[in-house]
């Protein structure tokens, strides 16, 4: 049960109801404006790519949602007087995120710092979209293909590496793809018909997905076609799968179904929380061809993972 007050201003485009990337308000009716908050604790140990990492999943929310990044304020928790986490950590923390923010071209205009023991990191994110050109992560329609920009396999590395059992170059590919901002994979959409989006995080693969089902719509997943980070599945059979994602797995057993052939390895991979991982579409077939070739050949990462058939609000994953 939410314990947020109903909402009440016709100008709130989209609020909690949907479990959506980011709130939306109408300006005007040619400007929307969007908000999205996150912050979490360190993943990895360079204090740099921890800043980037996080500035990259903060800002994700809002290509999420079809919009423009312009403006963020850093949300920061740090020990005052910790000889192990001296501040100059926490410049570097700052530098990481502040280079994401250049990336994607935006102005950090302040922020809030408190004294906590342990270090926390993300943004507070402005952004801009047409009232007529917001995504959702809902209407996606039959016919429709799935589209995934990112690799799964995050979570797990993640888990691996503060085990420190990842190997080196497993963990500079997992921080690569955590620190890739998903513009150009927003970009790539911009004069298409998106019919539905959201971006992959905390619930992984398969909890994103199940937001984004209606009660007549069913999605098709093929195991074979859903990228993953090389060395992921290795890991994951070794039992190193994040907490976070063995309870998305549970979470989704009345909705989704696995064919006999798809082993417990995949279903961990479909359901790990990811750190800043790619954008998810819902596009019809012609789009979703074109989207692919556009985004690929510009430098992305775009594969076709499933379809979208009538149904009542079901997942199927077949290998």
């Not at 949602?65 to 020990?79: D, K, R, W």
Request: hydrophobic share 40%.
């Amino acid at each position: 049960m939410s314990v947020l007050p109903k909402i009440t201003d016709a100008a709130v485009l989209v609020g909690a109801s949907t479990s959506d990337d980011a709130a939306v308000y109408k300006i005007s009716d040619e400007l929307a404006l969007i908000q999205t908050v996150d912050f979490f604790t360190p993943i990895v140990d360079s204090p740099f790519s921890f800043g980037a990492i996080s500035a990259a999943n903060s800002i994700s929310d809002v290509y999420a949602m079809g919009g423009t990044p312009t403006l963020a304020m850093n949300i920061v928790g740090f020990p005052r007087n910790n000889p192990d986490a001296p501040l100059s950590v926490l410049g570097e923390i700052l530098r990481g995120g502040a280079a994401k923010a250049t990336e994607a071209g935006i102005s950090i205009v302040g922020g809030h710092t408190i004294d906590d023991n342990e270090p926390k990191y993300g943004m507070a994110v402005t952004g801009f979209v047409h009232p007529d050109k917001i995504w959702r992560n809902i209407g996606a329609k039959p016919g429709d293909r799935l589209i995934l920009t990112k690799p799964l396999g995050m979570g797990i590395i993640s888990t691996a590496m503060r085990a420190q059992i990842a190997s080196d170059s497993l963990c500079e590919r997992a921080i690569t793809w955590m620190e890739m901002l998903n513009k150009l994979a927003a970009d790539s959409a911009r004069d298409l018909d998106v019919h539905a989006c959201t971006d992959v995080t905390g619930f992984g693969f398969l909890g994103h997905l199940r937001e984004m089902l209606g009660d007549d719509i069913d999605f098709s997943v093929r195991v074979s076609s859903v990228p993953v980070i090389e060395g992921t599945r290795s890991l994951a059979a070794d039992g190193h799968v994040p907490g976070g994602s063995r309870r998305n797995l549970r979470s989704l057993e009345k909705v989704v179904t696995y064919a006999s052939d798809v082993t417990e390895v995949d279903q961990d991979i479909l359901c790990d929380a990811q750190t800043s991982g790619g954008l998810l579409f819902a596009l019809p077939e012609t789009d979703a061809k074109a989207y692919i070739a556009k985004c690929n050949d510009a430098g992305g990462h775009a594969s076709d993972v499933g379809e979208v058939i009538p149904g009542t609000g079901r997942i199927t994953v077949s290998a």
